[in-house]
Nanobody, 128 residues
Framework: QVQLVESGGGLAQAGGSLRLSCAAS????????MGWFCQAPGKERDFIAA???????????DYADSVKGRFTISRDNAKDTVYLQMNSLKPEDTAVYYC??????????????????WGKGTLVTVSS
């Protein structure tokens, strides 16, 4: 079992920044994928960014086209925590942001249905 705890959501103005954190605990293992998804009211849960990590091969990252150049996902090497630095925020970024964990490093697109564990979500609101 893996537990995920998100923090860092809140209110920002358009053009501003927020930083989300997701701390994983439990049986995280030596190889996994951690990512962020967002869900606006009445919409599906969309992929935002992910980091694939293994003890032997390090980490690489994936981003949705809508956030490339604005958002950065990173991992704390000392603990199983990932961050999502969100810059140049837009009103359309308003959503609940969920952290997710998959028990393999994997390859290919990161999709919601393939994730094994989810956090409870944190609300991000961007005002115009």
């Amino acid at each position: 079992q893996v537990q995920l705890v998100e923090s860092g959501g809140g209110l920002a103005q358009a053009g501003g920044s927020l930083r989300l954190s997701c701390a994983a605990s439990g049986r995280t293992g030596n190889s996994y994928t951690m990512g962020w998804f967002c869900q606006a009211p009445g919409k599906e849960r969309d992929f935002i960014a992910a980091i694939r990590w293994s003890r032997w091969n390090g980490a690489n990252t994936d981003y949705a086209d809508s956030v490339k150049g604005r958002f950065t996902i990173s991992r704390d090497n000392a603990k199983d925590t990932v961050y999502l630095q969100m810059n140049s925020l837009k009103p359309e970024d308003t959503a609940v942001y969920y952290c997710a964990f998959r028990e393999v490093r994997g390859a290919g697109p990161v999709i919601a249905n393939a994730m094994d564990y989810w956090g409870k979500g944190t609300l991000v609101t961007v005002s115009s």
